[in-house]
């Protein structure tokens, strides 16, 4: 989306619910816990952020990201709220960050409830600076995801991404497929009909991964470090927003937080 087209606008998502403007983090995801608050889309804005008890619960979550974006290697939004410049044919240019993030979680406790092995999906467009809204997002759950995991993810996983909204949808439950080695990574959704992003390792000096360590990974306290990987395929394949991008920024990297770390 252009910058001139980027006024705070709604829209319907996959499941046909009407989606508020200008979301804050925590209801972005908050309202995509569909089995916990199953009328949220049709709430106004704000008013579900997921439930007191949830909010209160305590937790841990360690996952692993097989990420990808449209920005170049490596991605400025890491050091900045400007993504990368594209250029047009036309000599103009615009700035945006269209991701695609295949998660699984290695570890993670919920109220006592187990978050091992779960995977979700998470799309979208930091647009031109995120300090000030992000464009899009869209989550998906695989199916066998239970409302308690999915109200732990809508809990945890907004602590870890500081942005407004300008958009947001649940996404109809897919399959997710996610393998990872040091030499290569590949996540699909609905086995690549949804979405792929697939990595190689940056060839270095030896034959271990390049890895940037001691940079915060957004609000996660704790990370081991940027394993680079630029990615040969990175699309999103669902509606309007689908986009596809080669040779730009990838990268994994494992993440640790807890309900200790966030601060009220």
């Given at each position: 989306?252009?910058?001139?087209?980027?006024?705070?606008?709604?829209?319907?998502?996959?499941?046909?619910?009407?989606?508020?403007?200008?979301?804050?983090?925590?209801?972005?995801?908050?309202?995509?816990?569909?089995?916990?608050?199953?009328?949220?889309?049709?709430?106004?804005?704000?008013?579900?952020?997921?439930?007191?008890?949830?909010?209160?619960?305590?937790?841990?979550?360690?996952?692993?990201?097989?990420?990808?974006?449209?920005c170049?290697?490596?991605?400025?939004?890491?050091?900045?709220?400007?993504p990368?410049?594209?250029?047009?044919?036309?000599?103009?240019?615009?700035?945006?960050?269209?991701?695609?993030?295949?998660?699984?979680?290695?570890?993670?406790?919920?109220?006592?409830?187990?978050?091992?092995?779960?995977?979700?999906?998470?799309?979208?467009?930091?647009?031109?600076?995120?300090?000030?809204?992000?464009?899009?997002?869209?989550?998906?759950?695989?199916?066998s995801?239970?409302?308690?995991?999915?109200?732990?993810?809508?809990?945890?996983?907004?602590?870890?991404?500081?942005?407004?909204?300008?958009?947001?949808s649940?996404?109809?439950?897919?399959a997710?497929?996610?393998?990872?080695?040091?030499?290569?990574?590949?996540?699909?959704?609905?086995?690549?009909?949804?979405?792929?992003?697939?990595?190689?390792?940056?060839?270095?000096?030896?034959?271990?991964?390049?890895?940037?360590?001691?940079?915060?990974?957004?609000?996660?306290?704790?990370?081991?470090?940027?394993?680079?990987?630029?990615?040969?395929?990175?699309?999103?394949?669902?509606?309007?927003?689908?986009?596809?991008?080669?040779?730009?920024?990838?990268?994994?990297?494992?993440?640790?937080?807890?309900?200790?770390?966030?601060?009220?």
């Open positions: 989306m252009a910058p001139a087209a980027a006024a705070a606008h709604s829209h319907r998502n996959t499941r046909g619910f009407p989606v508020s403007n200008e979301v804050t983090r925590r209801a972005f995801l908050g309202v995509a816990a569909a089995g916990a608050v199953a009328t949220a889309f049709e709430s106004p804005l704000g008013a579900v952020i997921g439930s007191e008890q949830a909010a209160k619960a305590a937790w841990t979550m360690n996952a692993t990201i097989i990420e990808a974006c449209s170049t290697m490596f991605c400025p939004c890491y050091f900045s709220t400007i990368s410049a594209h250029s047009h044919g036309s000599g103009m240019s615009e700035h945006f960050c269209r991701f695609n993030m295949g998660y699984r979680i290695n570890q993670g406790r919920f109220n006592g409830v187990a978050l091992d092995g779960l995977k979700f999906w998470i799309a979208g467009d930091l647009g031109a600076d995120f300090s000030k809204s992000g464009e899009w997002a869209e989550i998906t759950f695989e199916p995801a239970t409302k308690q995991q999915r109200e732990a993810i809508t809990t945890i996983v907004p602590n870890v991404y500081p942005v407004k909204w300008k958009a947001f649940l996404g109809q439950d897919a997710i497929d996610w393998t990872a080695t040091k030499d290569r990574a590949e996540a699909r959704l609905d086995a690549g009909k949804g979405g792929i992003v697939t990595l190689r390792r940056n060839p270095g000096m030896s034959g271990d991964p390049t890895v940037i360590a001691n940079l915060r990974y957004f609000g996660a306290p704790r990370n081991t470090g940027f394993h680079l990987m630029p990615n040969e395929t990175h699309a999103y394949r669902r509606g309007p927003n689908a986009f596809e991008f080669k040779g730009t920024t990838g990268f994994m990297i494992t993440y640790d937080i807890t309900s200790k770390d966030v601060t009220t």
